[in-house]
């Protein structure tokens, strides 16, 4: 079981930024990619960005150019750089691992709590 800890949300003006981080437990098997997504109020989860463990990245059409993803020196550590905030990018974010391992081999999902992102003047 992996658990995930999420921190960096909070209230910004259209235009600032932010960034979330999030830390992954110590996993039995391997965790091949981390990731963000985000759901706002009447919507579905949407992924965000991700990252596989081999550093290979890729983001929604709506945030390239705007959001990085990035691991920190530990790869069970990922961050959501978050520049030029613009109001449709109100929601709360989660962040996600994709873990591999098991006999026989499985994949499992693993979610953070949530961290709200508002954007308003």
């Known amino acids: 079981q992996v658990q995930l800890v999420e921190s960096g949300g909070g209230l910004v003006q259209p235009g600032g930024s932010l960034r979330l981080s999030c830390a992954a437990s110590i996993s039995t098997f391997t965790i091949t990619s981390m990731g963000w997504y985000r759901q706002a109020p009447g919507k579905q989860r949407e992924l965000v960005a991700r990252i596989s463990s081999g550093g290979s990245t890729n983001y929604a059409d709506s945030v390239k150019g705007r959001f990085t993803i990035s691991r920190g020196n530990s790869k069970s550590i990922v961050y959501l750089q978050m520049n030029s905030l613009k109001p449709e990018d109100t929601a709360v974010y989660y962040c996600?691992?994709?873990?591999?391992?098991?006999?026989?081999?499985?994949?499992?999902?693993?979610w953070g709590q949530g961290t709200q992102v508002s954007v308003s003047s």
């Open positions: 996600n691992a994709v873990e591999f391992g098991g006999r026989p081999p499985a994949e499992y999902n693993y």
